[in-house]
């Protein structure tokens, strides 16, 4: 019996096995380079150090804007003693004799205590600057870590690609020796061969036997450095979406003046070259809290005190108290401390002085090797065909015994290199463009909307 489908059923089942295979065209369990960088972000223990860094930091300025605020401190305290001591005066109050208490026998004391800075030579608004500027850099250097790690997760990526291409070209190559071992044993046994063809050829496929393993082991180790990077175990299996086209280059690139304004947008985007900056102005900031140390202090105190009443203390006790504190003379340590901050201050500048000068040959390195790549590309494509060629005809020249092996040999080694250089060429292509986005400083977010978006 007969089975048929109207339009209706047939729409039907493309929806079930689009609702069942959403993914078509990519093998389940395959990592795209957007989900491996999402998967490095979240478990990379650099990055979520830095993280914690970051977090660490912004307690430390609410710490330091705390510091503006009153403090009140509330203490209690209950002692037992004996003997009791006390004594008798012969006239007291009314003119009868009176016991006065010295040392109770059970004392009980309640402190409330209320302490706010007036004036501290501007030490707290220094050190607050200081918990601020310290925030600043560690969430830039956090930024600067996540940026490192992209960069490394898409070199990794592609080290990894590269590697399983270059095992297809050594198995290819092995197979090619191959067979051409099985025509060579053919024509031998046919007396149309010298017995060396036979061991020459022999020999080459020891040695593609022996490149094949090379480049499998060079897979196993790009792929154990790929897990490391995304904090998995080294030998978990690695399955990636391959890319085999090569990459759209950034508008920015293609343009006369791309160094120029690669730079400009590399000083204003770079994360460490912004952690650099604040770094130098933080030191700033320790100059002004250093120079603070030396400069008077004004408070305002006041103590409620409860207490348990003898013959000497009252059992309520008000205080309010303006105290003054006047540096007069510390051997030199605020001294020391100052040219300490301006020293680390110079430091600092001179880093920045040479991060700017490190931004702008990475930015120019980075253009140099896509452009490099690119050309290296466009010509391997080109000897790829011309090595395919003339592989086809060196065999079938040999075929024929119009040929020699060595015509064979060579064309089968100059292909395998035309495919090797090939790959090498593409994937190159890809790596630069990563290197380029990270010396302009392209944000994470950014790069990741747009590997969503070539999904």
Not at 55 to 81: C, H, M, N, T, W
Not at 215 to 234: G, M
Not at 369 to 385: C, D, G, H, T
Not at 423 to 451: N, S
């Amino acid at each position: 019996m007969g089975m048929s489908f109207n339009g209706g059923s047939v729409k039907c089942l493309w929806v079930m096995v689009l609702v069942l295979f959403p993914c078509l065209g990519v093998s389940v369990g395959q990592m795209t380079l957007h989900e491996a960088i999402e998967l490095a972000l979240r478990n990379n223990p650099q990055v979520r150090a830095s993280s914690a860094k970051v977090i660490a930091s912004q307690k430390g300025v609410e710490y330091a804007r705390s510091q503006f605020y009153p403090k009140l401190d509330f203490s209690a305290s209950y002692r037992e003693q004996a003997p009791e001591v006390s004594f008798r005066v012969p006239i007291g109050i009314g003119g009868a004799p009176s016991e006065i208490t010295v040392v109770p026998h059970s004392y009980r004391e309640f402190n409330l205590q209320l302490l706010q800075p007036l004036y501290t030579g501007g030490r707290l608004e220094a050190a607050h600057g200081v918990a601020k500027k310290a925030a600043s850099v560690a969430e830039l250097q956090h930024i600067s870590n996540q940026l490192q790690l992209v960069k490394s997760v898409r070199h990794s990526y592609f080290n990894v690609l590269e590697a399983e291409a270059l095992v297809e070209v050594a198995r290819a190559a092995f197979k090619r020796v191959e067979e051409l071992r099985r025509v060579v044993g053919l024509m031998f046994e046919a007396g149309r061969v010298a017995k060396f063809d036979v061991l020459r050829v022999e020999a080459e496929l020891a040695q593609a036997r022996d490149d094949l393993v090379r480049a499998q082991n060079a897979l196993e180790i790009a792929r154990s450095a790929f897990n490391t990077l995304l904090a998995r175990d080294v030998s978990e299996p690695v399955q990636l979406v391959s890319i085999s086209e090569p990459p759209q280059p950034p508008e920015m690139l293609i343009r006369e003046d791309a160094e120029v304004v690669s730079i400009e947008l590399a000083k204003s985007q770079r994360a460490d070259l912004r952690a650099a900056m604040r770094s130098a102005e933080l030191a700033e900031e320790q100059v002004r809290l250093a120079k603070a140390d030396g400069l008077p202090m004004v408070s305002l105190m006041t103590t409620f005190r409860r207490q348990t009443k003898t013959g000497f203390a009252a059992a309520e006790t008000k205080v309010g108290m303006l105290a003054v504190q006047v540096p007069v003379f510390d051997s030199g340590r605020v001294k020391a401390q100052v040219e300490k901050a301006k020293a680390e201050l110079k430091s600092a500048k001179e880093f920045l002085s040479g991060v700017e000068k490190q931004v702008e040959l990475e930015v120019k390195q980075a253009i140099l090797n896509w452009r490099s790549a690119q050309e290296r590309y466009k010509a391997a494509i080109a000897v790829l065909e011309q090595a395919e060629e003339a592989y086809r005809i060196a065999m079938l020249r040999y075929e024929a015994g119009a040929g020699t092996q060595l015509e064979v040999l060579d064309a089968h080694v100059a292909l395998t290199r035309a495919r090797t250089n090939h790959v090498k060429a593409l994937y190159d292509l890809h790596r630069a463009i990563a290197e380029f986005e990270f010396a302009i400083g392209k944000p994470v977010e950014q790069i990741l909307a747009d590997l969503r978006g070539r999904k």
